[in-house]
């Protein structure tokens, strides 16, 4: 799953793609390089950010990023699956009726009471993410750690699940993302990656962001001055922490070195091809 930040403060990327025609273009250049779906982004859910809070972006401006971006990569590649990253059911429903298949909730619908019903009622793909708190509330969120943070998503997912059946999504609809880095502290996010085959016993498709997350810059620090790695310095780490979830179980990474990403991913495969 390649990465389409069509925002002007993204953590990574921040305004590099902020223009509709450089976005449609970095979305093409991903799937030319074995991209097997894109997903766009109109907000930031960088940490401290305002999503999910009362000051957030407007449903207005958001589609107003996204949807000229999602026709026009229609328009040059009809064929192409695109997932929308929003939490609001309002650009839901305005994303998939302008060819979006599928919604990447990051907030596993918490943030807005209509989008469950909104989801049961289109029939999309959905991607279910877990998150301690909004981003403006990362920072204050208590340490857990080890296996006390894994049953704590796991207790999560499972009740988001609870949510989406109440609400009439069909399960084989869904796939879950364990939410690196949405209200994980630096080191939980290995404690969670470590755990992260048992997340597999709720039946569901896993999806991982690990690319360019903070964590790895702060492991990256002995190579920076004691400094963390800045996130255009962090491809390599996130291509090799995707590895590692790819052998841990999961079916979808989302990235932003999509060449990179699908060399790895091969042999990621092959290997658990040969796995007795």
């Not at 019903?117 to 877990?130: K, P």
């Not at 964590?215 to 780490?237: C, H, I, V």
Request: hydrophobic share 45%; charged share 20%; with cysteine.
């Amino acid at each position: 799953m390649g990465i389409v930040n069509v925002t002007p403060d993204s953590f990574s990327d921040g305004g590099c793609y902020f223009d509709t025609a450089k976005a449609i273009d970095h979305g093409l250049k991903l799937l030319s390089e074995g991209a097997d779906m894109l997903d766009l982004g109109g907000e930031s859910t960088r940490p401290g950010s305002h999503a999910g809070a009362g000051n957030a972006l407007s449903t207005e401006e958001e589609q107003s990023r996204i949807l000229p971006v999602l026709k026009g990569i229609l328009r040059a590649a009809p064929d192409a699956i695109l997932s929308v990253d929003t939490y609001k059911a309002a650009t839901a429903r305005a994303a998939l009726r302008a060819g979006a298949e599928i919604i990447n909730d990051v907030s596993g619908l918490l943030w807005d009471a209509q989008m469950a019903a909104t989801l049961a009622e289109l029939e999309c793909g959905i991607v279910l993410m877990h998150t301690r708190g909004r981003p403006d509330e990362w920072r204050t969120q208590p340490s857990l750690g080890g296996e006390a943070l894994f049953k704590n998503v796991e207790g999560d997912l499972s009740q988001t699940l609870q949510v989406a059946e109440r609400a009439g999504i069909q399960r084989e609809r869904i796939v879950l993302d364990p939410g690196y880095g949405f209200g994980k502290n630096f080191a939980e996010n290995y404690d969670l990656l470590a755990r992260q085959s048992r997340l597999l016993a709720l039946d569901h498709p896993l999806l991982v962001g690990l690319s360019r997350k903070s964590f790895l810059g702060r492991t990256l620090s002995p190579l920076y001055e004691a400094k963390d790695a800045p996130p255009e310095a962090r491809s390599q780490a996130g291509v090799t922490a995707a590895v590692a979830a790819i052998l841990a179980g999961a079916s979808i990474v989302r990235v932003h070195e999509v060449r990179a990403m699908v060399e790895a991913a091969l042999i990621a495969d092959a290997l658990l091809d040969a796995t007795p």
